[in-house]
């Protein structure tokens, strides 16, 4: 039996694009936006809700780091995006190439620098597949997921950061980086 249920196979079939929420702007891009709301619970424990849903991710630091370890970190999360989002767009590009998944796992890795201020230089990813199908129908959907993972592709090529900053609900920053 596959990973793929009936049911989705005929959802991806009915619903090629996911597309359909989205806007379209000036150089032929359609943006959509995902917005999440944080706060602090206590300590290093946070709170990240999915705004409209409502669902909620909690991240947490490890005791060594003064947190309660109570959850993944904010970095396992976003290394966990990166398997996740992989795993997405592989179940979808399945689904529409009728390809049988057996298994399908993605392990991600990312080495950073320790100190404050650094920054993660390097993200390793192990993808280990079980199918009937031919290596070359598998290289396809390799690269279908991976041309279709938003965060593989942000990582790729960067983006622009915006952030404005308040102080008792006064605007006292605006911050800018990335590419231009």
């Known amino acids: 039996m596959g990973l793929l249920s009936e049911a989705y196979r005929a959802f991806i079939k009915k619903n090629p694009s996911s597309d359909s929420h989205a806007t379209p702007e000036p150089e032929d ?3 959509g936006v995902v917005r999440i709301d944080s706060r602090i619970v206590e300590d290093l424990r946070v709170e ?3 705004i409209p849903s ?3 991710i909690l991240t947490d630091e490890p005791a060594m ?3 309660t370890d109570t959850a993944p970190t904010p970095l396992a999360t976003w290394i966990a ?3 996740a989002c992989t795993e997405v767009h592989f179940t ?3 689904a529409e190439m009728d390809i049988e998944l057996e298994s399908c796992s993605i392990s991600t890795r990312g080495k950073f620098d320790l100190r404050h201020g650094g920054s993660f230089f390097e993200f390793l990813y192990e993808t280990r597949i079980e ?3 031919s290596i070359e129908v ?3 959907l390799v690269d279908y997921a991976e041309e279709g993972c938003f965060v593989l592709n942000t990582l790729k090529r960067g983006s622009k950061i915006t952030g404005t900053i308040f102080l008792n609900g006064v605007k006292i920053l605006d911050r800018n980086y990335g590419p231009n």
Do not use: D, E, N
């Open 29 to 31: 891009r359609f943006v």
């Open 48 to 50: 990240s809700k999915q």
């Open 54 to 56: 409502q669902k909620i």
């Open 65 to 67: 780091r003064g947190g």
């Open 81 to 83: 995006a990166f398997g």
């Open 92 to 94: 979808k590009g399945a």
């Open 131 to 133: 199918s009937s199908s």
């Open 138 to 140: 598998i290289k396809k």
